[in-house]
């Protein structure tokens, strides 16, 4: 085989690998079999291509939320998301179980939690099956009594999310700090301890009516 021929077959590997590394032919047909005709053109595969916008991720991300019944979320949402630095699958995977538990979850909503930096598909899920803090983490709080007695205690508090507080709203941390000053505070204006002994619920109702979730990303449902 001459160099001429070798060039040229050189040539047309490399011209046939940059079309098919720009026009993904087969994700294309996966689309067009599972969105219908128009829902991602060639011409929008191409563009993500060239814009250093994974083809695969937004062409799954669509078909998932379509067969969820999501038809809201376009491919230009999810592009200017993934640009923005988001996780797009994520974000995607949030809807579709926020949807299922009819949760209310706009995409703008669903986004600007993603880019605060919070796991929203974490969220959701807390959001349906609420869960268990400790407060404290480890250890026990110590407070004393009107009659000089002290009382050692722990908590357990189960929280669900609070999707509209997520972003800008406090994190567990606040919320066992909250409820560590709560408890002590309770235990504090008991007369002796006692009263704190036989009615541990009325620590718990004590410290409940103070609101200690507000300006939280989470919403107290019970202290035991």
């Known amino acids: 085989m001459s160099i001429a021929s070798i060039i040229l077959l050189a040539f ?9 590394y720009y026009v993904p032919v087969g994700l294309w047909v996966q ?10 053109t060639i011409v929008d595969l191409i563009r993500m291509r060239l814009r250093k916008i994974p083809p695969r991720l937004v062409t799954d991300s ?6 969820a019944g999501l038809d809201t979320i376009t491919t230009e949402d999810l592009e200017t998301h993934f640009l923005a630095g988001g996780n797009v699958a994520n974000v995607v995977a949030a809807m579709i179980a926020a949807d299922k538990a009819k949760i209310e979850l706009p995409f703008t909503i669903a986004t600007a939690i993603d880019l605060a930096g919070r796991d929203v598909k974490t ?3 807390t959001s349906v099956y609420p869960k268990v803090i400790d407060a404290p983490k480890d250890g026990t709080l110590a407070a004393v009594a009107k009659d000089g007695i002290e009382v050692k205690a722990r908590a357990r508090v189960t929280v669900r999310t609070n999707i509209p507080g997520l972003v800008g709203g406090a994190t567990d941390e606040t919320i066992i700090a909250r409820v560590g000053e709560g408890i002590v ?3 504090g204006s008991s007369e002796t301890y006692k009263k704190v002994l036989e009615n541990p619920d009325n620590i718990s109702k004590a410290v409940l009516i103070k609101g200690l979730d507000a300006g939280t990303a989470y919403e107290i449902l019970s202290i035991d």
């Open 31 to 40: 689309a067009v079999v599972s969105l219908g005709p128009g829902r991602i």
């Open 12 to 20: 047309v590997l490399f011209f046939v690998f940059v079309i098919f």
């Open 185 to 187: 505070s309770a235990i």
């Open 123 to 125: 969220a959701v899920q």
């Open 62 to 67: 669509v078909i998932n939320s379509h067969k």
